[in-house]
């Protein structure tokens, strides 16, 4: 997805001046990717209160978990990168350190050093947040896209997350409306597992760069246990659409932060955009529909209704 995409709307978006809103012509979610990490630390309330306000649909959270044993909201493995404070407790591996130790860092020092221009104040006071907060400050206000994040080395994720959003009152065994929570992963693995924990879930497939002929020949292989494919958006072009949309998939591609590229997207029909300015793509994709209307580009594309029936008639 490059600026210069054979579109007349694509073009004038090329130009950041251009206000090129797409309407009601797509169907196209906003995931805030991260919260709305351009414009705050990423994962943590300012990022998702922020991506709430600028109306973003769903919120992402990339979960791992600490040593002992909480499920926190952090995209690397190690804390260096966006945990600031004293070097035994904000530096290495997540899994290594106690909730409380990664509690005592800042999660936003590292925005203000890195992004001055885009940087308040407060956001040194920011701290990591559990999945269990997350899920609590915002599940009447938004919805959700969990992530594992190297699932392998987190035995048992699958069934701690499942439990919560259980506890929460976030599943939808008969889901009539749009997903309350998107579960995705590049770990195959890891999706099966959420697949026989709870059949319900709309799982996504992240799969990283290979190509769009490549990707298409995935897709039947990732239908068998997936409702749909992330795949980076440098991939994504109209045959990969067309050949998702057949087989009844969404497609929600990462992560697109330019008008250019979020317009390139949204036209060529996906389901549902990553990206770190969900205020760019709600400007660019329209008002949010509330409630969203579940996908529904065809009957089986709803195939977590057949994995549903398939698990009740066992
Ligand atoms: O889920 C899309 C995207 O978040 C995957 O990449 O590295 O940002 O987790 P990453
Ligand atoms: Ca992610």
Redesign the pocket.
């Known amino acids: 997805m490059r600026c210069g995409f054979a579109l007349v709307l694509s073009l004038a978006a090329c130009n950041s001046a251009v206000h090129s809103p797409i309407g009601a012509s797509t169907n196209t979610i906003v995931i805030a990717?991260?919260g709305f990490s351009y414009s705050a630390p990423e994962h943590t309330f300012a990022a998702y209160d922020q991506a709430i306000e600028a109306g973003a649909d769903y919120i992402?959270q990339?979960v791992q978990r600490t040593s002992d044993g909480v499920l926190v909201v952090i995209?690397d493995a190690t804390v260096d990168r966006t945990l600031r404070g004293d070097a035994s407790a904000c530096s290495g591996s997540v899994a290594d350190h106690t909730l409380a130790q990664l509690k005592s860092c800042s999660a936003g020092r590292w925005f203000i050093e890195t992004f001055p221009a885009r940087a308040r104040a407060e956001y040194a006071t920011l701290r990591i947040p559990t999945l269990l907060e997350v899920l609590q400050r915002y599940k009447a206000s938004s919805r959700f896209?969990i992530?594992t994040?190297d699932p392998d080395r987190f035995p048992g994720i699958e069934r701690e997350i499942v439990e919560m959003l259980r506890a929460e009152g976030l599943l939808q065994p008969v889901p009539d409306i749009a997903p309350r929570v998107y579960i995705?992963s590049?770990s195959e693995t890891s999706l099966r597992r959420f697949k026989s924990l709870e059949a319900s879930l709309p799982l996504i497939q992240?799969v990283p760069r290979v190509g769009s002929s490549a990707l298409r020949g995935m897709l039947d292989g990732i239908r068998d246990y997936a409702f749909g494919i992330?795949p980076h958006m440098d991939d994504v072009d109209a045959s990969l659409v067309s050949a998702v949309h057949t087989r009844c998939m969404v497609i929600h591609p990462?992560?697109a932060e330019s008008r250019a590229d979020i317009v390139s997207l949204a036209e060529l029909d996906v389901d549902g955009l990553?990206t770190d300015r969900p205020d760019i793509a709600r400007d660019l994709i329209g008002s949010p529909r509330n409630p969203l209307p579940r996908p529904d580009r065809c009957t089986v594309r709803a195939n977590r209704f057949e994995l549903v029936s398939k698990v009740a008639s066992k």
Do not use: A, S, V
């Open positions: 990717h991260r992402e990339d995209h896209y992530e994040k995705q590049f992240l992330g990462y992560t990553f």
